[in-house]
């Protein structure tokens, strides 16, 4: 008959055990958080001191960049910066410079009987107006510095990516070659 009971008292130890093992862990945890909050509070170290350190002057924003290969600094930046390009902002507009170069059209190049060679820019309204070397043309200042029978060669001002400006050759080509 102790036999038959024997697991039954097994199984039943083994449950009161399992229980007051619960019970008594939030009871640990109480009892470790009030220790903690009952210890002095630690000194804090004051942060480190910071150095000075000194200003760097880059003395080599006019050189190649060493990130570029040669073969591809021509084709990044035409001309070199030049210190003290800008734009003329106190000369007077002409028609042209309120059109982008992409709406206008070269129709063609006369010459007049005095030498003078002029070419014919067709403006997006369909007229058509005559300009020569040194007259300007195109958002970006773009002056005019030769005239050919089949394009338009100019200067223009951009602004480059240091927050200043470069002269960068453009042109204004036939649509009839």
């Not at 939030?26 to 909050?37: L, P, V």
């Not at 350190?53 to 190649?64: G, I, K, W």
């Not at 190049?109 to 005095?114: D, G």
């Amino acid at each position: 008959m102790i036999i038959r009971k024997l697991p039954t008292l097994l199984m039943l130890s083994v449950t009161v055990l399992s229980l007051t093992g619960c019970s008594d862990r939030i009871g640990m945890a109480e009892r470790a958080m009030a220790d903690i909050r009952n210890q002095p509070a630690q000194p804090i170290e004051p942060p480190p001191k910071s150095e000075l350190v000194e200003d760097f002057v880059y003395s080599a924003n006019m050189l190649r960049s060493p990130f570029l290969p040669p073969s591809l600094v021509n084709v990044q930046s035409p001309t070199t910066s030049i210190d003290g390009v800008r734009p003329d902002i106190t000369r007077t507009k002409e028609p042209l410079e309120q059109y982008q170069l992409s709406q206008l059209t070269f129709r063609g190049m006369l010459i007049s009987p005095e030498g003078q060679q002029y070419a014919l820019v067709q403006r997006p309204d369909g007229s058509v107006a005559s300009v020569k070397v040194g007259d300007y043309l195109g958002l970006n200042d773009g002056r005019i510095v030769e005239v050919t029978s089949t394009q338009i060669n100019l200067i223009e001002i951009v602004p480059d990516s240091r927050a200043g400006f470069i002269e960068r050759p453009q042109s204004l080509v036939s649509p009839i070659n």
